[in-house]
């Protein structure tokens, strides 16, 4: 998979939903984000996947963590490719009655 991504763009796609049950309310969406990855040698390669960190990933890499150094550069959100577009997420809580951010023990209205 590393092999595949060295020197070249790919796009990830996060999706998302939320249900208010008790409301009847429900919302849904997806984010995409364009990661472009420097350009691998193997030995940069073998280097990764012995930390272990690909292991657990979509992808093969985690742009959180080592994987970091993998990337050249990202056009979108950040937490999109980390798994869960959280900005946007959060803000589409409003149509629940949540005001975000919100101070500790703050209830929707």
Do not use: N
């Amino acid at each position: 998979m590393l092999r595949a991504l060295s020197g070249r763009e790919h796009v990830v796609h996060t999706a998302y939903a939320a249900a208010d049950g008790a409301h009847g309310m429900e919302f849904s969406g997806s984010r995409s984000t364009r990661v472009r990855f420097a350009s691998l040698d193997d030995e940069s390669i073998a280097a990764y996947v012995a930390s272990g960190d690909p292991f657990d990933k979509a992808g093969g890499y985690g742009i959180q963590g080592r994987g970091a150094a993998l990337v050249e550069s990202i056009d979108g959100d950040f937490y999109t490719v980390m798994g869960f577009p959280l900005g946007d997420f959060v803000r589409r809580l409003r149509e629940f009655g949540y005001e975000l951010p919100a101070g500790p023990g703050t209830r929707p209205t």
